[in-house]
């Protein structure tokens, strides 16, 4: 009793003065409080995937939950194909481990030797399934993520680029107000 006691005690001292997000990189900016100036073109879908970063707290909610990158960079088709495709990954799983507890005595005939072997050969496969859909989520969605990040910044820097600007041309050592369209390559 002593021993439980004094674990939830330092269960709960740790827990406050020890939790935080885990990182191993430290950014510098606080999106919070910075109001950064954007176009008034650009949509908040847009500013919302420029705002995103994927942490180590990501990586871990990807464990859990099937297809999270992909929700989290808006690519919701991709995030369901992982979601139901580790479901199935579980099922095969559930369906092994049902067989193998159905063959696990010392002395198995060949036919039910040969059964065991094809439920551990499904339940490598199921395991096989689940890792492989958490490594695609995670490898493949932070990719998407900041190729959209890539092409959302180089749409706007674009067209402020484009952008018809007001500018001063000298004649005779005069400034002369005019308006012309500046392309930069």
Do not use: C
């Amino acid at each position: 009793m002593q021993k439980r006691l004094l674990f939830l005690i330092l269960f709960f001292i740790a827990g406050k003065t020890f939790s935080q997000d885990i990182d191993f990189y430290h950014i510098m900016k606080n999106d919070n409080f910075k109001y950064p100036a954007i176009s008034w073109q650009m949509s908040s879908d847009e500013f919302e995937l420029l705002s995103r970063h994927l942490r180590m707290k990501d990586m871990m909610y990807a464990m859990i939950v099937p297809g999270y990158v992909h929700f989290y960079e808006k690519d919701y088709k991709t995030g369901y194909i992982i979601l139901a495709t580790r479901m199935v990954g579980f099922g095969l799983m559930t369906v092994a481990n049902i067989g193998l507890k159905e063959y696990s005595g010392w002395f198995l005939n060949k036919q039910e030797r040969q059964r065991k072997e094809f439920y551990a050969g499904l339940f490598n496969l199921s395991m096989g399934i689940i890792f492989g859909t958490y490594f695609y989520d995670w490898i493949h969605g932070e990719y998407r993520l900041k190729e959209k990040q890539e092409l959302i910044r180089y749409k706007y820097s674009m067209k402020l680029r484009l952008m018809a600007q007001p500018e001063l041309i000298r004649i005779k050592n005069r400034a002369v107000p005019s308006v012309g369209v500046k392309l930069n390559f």
